[in-house]
């Protein structure tokens, strides 16, 4: 048997160089630049764009961005981590940064063409938001339903239609709207493009209230007779269909990072109270029956992390992950919730009133099992690959 090389022998969560430096930097910025307004952004269902502008000062905006174009060089794996570590403060926050890197600079760094690329990344690398459009009213999980339509008009497109749920639509300066051009063919009629923000015909409408991640935008976005140039188009026409399955694929595994690091922050909440708190004369924390549950979610919150990092490095490998992918994000919400409620629970009355941070979490969490397929769509999709 030949000896293993000491790379093969590393731990999933062990992290290079530049990776913990980079969590150590996004994890202190939560820490001093977003901590202090998390409630006020939660109430005011608003996202400061001084906060936008100082994520684009981090760094963080175009992760995987070469350097050529401005971006950062880096890896899948590096918007992961960047993606828990704010989201164990705010996962609203964790998602507007999700979005940017997973979806809109992933599906923009892998089909762009060389002058869609030259005219956008330098943008979303510095001070431009992406958003990215799939969703509608009558197409959700069955998202190649999409009704809004494009059709040829001289040297470019005219598109019509709505799109519903659009994260980041508020401050977005670039859409990736998908829309049918023939519909005859079914979803292989399906093709995306790059819309940006002021072209006419493009609207950002009703933004939702919502139980959650209330300060990251949800907006319906509306197309009426918006034209753009052929050099819009992202990727072939008529294979819309497959920059959404596989930007979503790895998407997912961004979704489970949030959920991650949301489940990370609770449990870390409540450490601290648990401590703090006395009740018959000691800390609660002093009781087993408190430990026991303590421990348990430390046990859920080591898991998810180890199907998330095992997912996001299997990406970054070029190796399969489709299974992966759909298995850590199920996971890793199922974990954010519990342990958000567990979280709720130690907290006792303290933990159902807006002045302690776990309510908001708890609300927060509940996203996860929804957006980029919800745990139903996972399931199937771990089925599929099995039978
Ligand atoms: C806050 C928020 C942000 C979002 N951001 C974006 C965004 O940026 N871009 C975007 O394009 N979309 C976005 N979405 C949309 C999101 O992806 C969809 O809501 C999601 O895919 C579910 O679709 P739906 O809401 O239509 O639910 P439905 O598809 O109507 O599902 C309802 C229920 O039926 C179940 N179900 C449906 N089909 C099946 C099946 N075949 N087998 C078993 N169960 C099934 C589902 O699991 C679910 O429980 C966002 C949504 C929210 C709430």
Known sequence: MTTPSVDALLP?????EDERLLRDSVREFAQARIRPHVREMDEQAKFPRSLVDELFALGIMGIEIPESFGGAGGRFFHAVLVVEELSRVDP?????????????????????????????????????VGAYALSEAASG???????????EDGDG????GRKLWITNANEADYFIVFANLNPEAGYRGITAFVVERGTPGLTVGKKEDKLGIRASSTCEVI?????????????????????AIETLN??????GAQMLGLAVGALEHTVKYTKERKQFGK??????????QLARAATDIEAARLLVYNAARLRDLGQPFLTEAAMCKIFASEVAE????????????????????????????????IYEGTSNLQLQTIAKQML
Do not use: M
């Open 157 to 160: 497109y005219v598109i019509d």
């Open 141 to 151: 999980s069955d998202a190649f339903a999409l009704q809004t339509r494009a059709r």
């Open 92 to 128: 609203s926050v964790g998602v507007l940064v999700d979005v940017q890197n997973t979806l809109v600079v992933n599906a923009l760094v892998r089909w762009g063409s060389s002058d869609l690329k030259n005219r956008v990344l330098p943008a979303l690398s510095t001070k431009a």
């Open 283 to 292: 800390a609660i924390a002093e009781f087993q029956g408190v430990q026991f």
């Open 12 to 16: 999933l969560t062990h992290l290079s």
């Open 223 to 243: 197309l009426e007779h918006c034209r753009v140039p052929r050099s819009q188009v992202l990727g072939e026409v008529g294979k819309g269909y497959k920059v």
């Open 250 to 255: 790895e998407g997912r595994i961004g979704i």
């Open 338 to 369: 519990r342990t958000a409620s567990l979280a709720i629970n130690l907290f006792g009355g303290n933990g159902f009133v807006k002045e302690y941070p776990v309510e908001k979490l708890y609300r927060d969490a509940k996203i996860g099992q």
